[in-house]
């Protein structure tokens, strides 16, 4: 490149255009150049007789390499906000590498440019993983880290416990495909990498299992007990090289059975946002991105259909305003005063339940009152049950109590709003309005044959 440029610049005039910010260029080639400033006959006029400027040297002092702590906060200071959104999320990803980022940032940041990109891997944050130097050969292989789990621990400072989880199946899935599995099979190795193809397969799923358990635990609550049980067993040391091991002893010990065991649900959330054209002109658009999250499906049993199941949810603890701000438009006094309410993890539905679920549930004993196996207008063993009361909802939720041996209840007002808010403080999960693309109300319907099959999944969690 530096030969082209002269040649070129020998035959006709030739700037050399730097898109990044002037705080980067000295992690470019730029760090090797020599600053000479120019000045014209007049200040922002055109000029083919542009001179140097002289400066008197000065004396120079050698300030200090800057500290991680320095590093840190001069990126989270000076760099864009699409940056520092970028850095956080992949403050969550177990493996870096340029497709990675690029991954993320189309998923998640689909208005990030190669700038903002450029920003997070000149920042000095990341370093390269293992010895091999990039080039323009292996750029798209080569891996980073980064440089201390400090960084990580300030990147990831107020990320949405939704968006760590999206981040982690994103790359999961990206590199269950390079190595030719599903997702699953690839999250069952991590529980085993010994079992890899190879010592360098098994060394990296070991590392990707481990930061991706440090991930977890970083978010609290119960994710550090699913982060603890996900963890790669350790090796343990030989017997013989133990010193003064105590005689073995017989003990009593009762035996556990796991009621549960997490699974993964994919879903697609949505936010509603206003695209401003000109300053006449805007309008609403939907933007959709697709996430994960986890939870367990409690099989009910049924003599037609074994294949029923209730999914269930999990919604992790936290804080958050309960009610509607004063500066909120068309919400009434019941509404308010908004306060703080604190919530310990919990499990939820992940959609309203069905005929189909009613009717399975219907049929076992009762225990305070009767239950109509079929009471809904609009028919469909997959739409919503209606036409229920109260205490016919709470009649249902202790027969399946009884019969699973799990307290399963109807979820409280602050735990049903903390939900459908999933982090978020806009009238709605997914912005300020509604729209008929989201949710089928008034304005969308027409007959019982055009209500959505399925029901809608609330809140982004």
Known sequence: MKAVISTWSAKLPTVVFQVFPERLWSRTALARSVTVEFQGKQAGLPSDKLQPIARPATPAV??????????????????????????????????????????????????????????????????????????FENAERIAY??????????????LRVGDALDVLAEVSQYIARGLGKSTDEFWALLR?????????????????????ANILRGLGGDWV??????????????????????????????????????????????????????????????????????????????????????????????????????????????????HQVTLAPFYLGRYPVTQAQWRVVAGYDAIDRELNPDPSNFK????????VSWDDAREFCQRLSAKTGKDYRLPSEAQWEYACRAGTETPFHFGDTLSTELANYDGNYRDPSQCSAHSQRLGGW
């Not at 689909?110 to 903002?116: E, F, G």
């Not at 880290?145 to 107020?158: F, K, P, S, T, Y």
Request: charged share 25%; glycine share 6%; aromatic share 4%.
């Open 380 to 387: 469909g063993d997959d739409r919503p049950v209606e036409n």
């Open 192 to 212: 085993t990498p010994a079992q890899g193809e190879s010592s360098a397969e098994t060394e990296f799923l070991n590392a990707f299992a481990t930061v991706r």
């Open 225 to 338: 007990g699913i982060a603890n049980s996900l963890a790669p067993p350790e090796i343990a040391e030989e017997a013989d090289s133990l010193h003064n091991f105590p005689p073995l002893q017989s003990c009593e010990y009762a035996s556990a059975t796991i009621a549960a065991i997490l699974d993964r649900f994919d879903f697609e959330t949505a936010k509603l946002e206003r695209e401003t054209r000109s300053k006449k002109r805007s309008q609403w658009i939907v933007r959709r991105r697709r996430a994960a999250t986890w939870g367990y499906t409690e099989r009910l049993s049924s003599a037609t259909r074994e294949d029923i199941g209730l999914e269930m949810i999990t919604i992790p603890g936290g804080s958050f305003a309960m009610g509607a701000p004063e500066s909120e438009p068309e919400n009434g006094n019941r509404e308010r005063p908004q």
């Open 62 to 135: 050698s300030a200090p390499p800057p500290t991680l702590k320095d590093r840190i906060d001069s990126f989270q200071l000076a760099s864009s906000p699409t940056a520092r959104d970028l850095a956080g999320l992949l403050g969550s990803a177990p493996v870096i590498t340029l497709p990675i980022v690029r991954l993320i940032a189309r998923s998640m940041l689909p208005h990030a440019s190669a700038v903002h990109l450029a920003e997070v891997l000149m920042s000095g944050l990341l370093k390269v993983s293992g010895t091999e130097v990039p080039t």
């Open 145 to 158: 880290e980064l440089v201390d789990e400090e960084v990580r621990d300030r990147l990831r400072a107020g």
